[in-house]
Nanobody, 121 residues
Framework: VQLQASGGGLVQPGGSLRLSCAAS????????IYWFRQAPGKEREGISCIASSDGSTSYTDSVKGRFTNSRDNAKNTVYLQMNDLKFEDTGVYYC???????????????WGQGTEVTVSS
């Protein structure tokens, strides 16, 4: 079971990127998915979450209005659409979920491998 993040790259300020987080070995549908990022020299921070039940989303203030978190359960994938990118959005982006792995309800934290976003002119 794993999560695989992709879609990062180099973009100019004001540009857009769409990150993907694809699940393999399990179904994403029952789980909330979180996006984190780690800027150079800083701690990893949570930036967005999408719920499993109704697909409701939440965002940290710094990305609110610019980033959109969505999910396509049929494709077993979550997306983070990032618009109006700023220098301070530079970092490595990770997707994360905590999934149930046995009938006893034990959970495992899954992290995607990270995809790098560089905003530069």
């Amino acid at each position: 079971v794993q999560l695989q993040a992709s879609g990062g790259g180099l973009v100019q300020p004001g540009g857009s990127l769409r990150l993907s987080c694809a699940a393999s070995g399990f179904m994403l549908r029952p789980y909330a998915i979180y996006w984190f990022r780690q800027a150079p020299g800083k701690e990893r921070e949570g930036i967005s979450c999408i719920a499993s039940s109704d697909g409701s989303t939440s965002y940290t203030d710094s990305v609110k209005g610019r980033f959109t978190n969505s999910r396509d359960n049929a494709k077993n994938t979550v997306y983070l659409q990032m618009n109006d990118l700023k220098f301070e959005d530079t970092g490595v982006y990770y997707c994360h979920s905590s999934i149930v792995v046995n009938v006893e309800g034990s959970r495992v934290d899954l992290w995607g491998q990270g995809t790098e976003v560089t905003v530069s002119s």
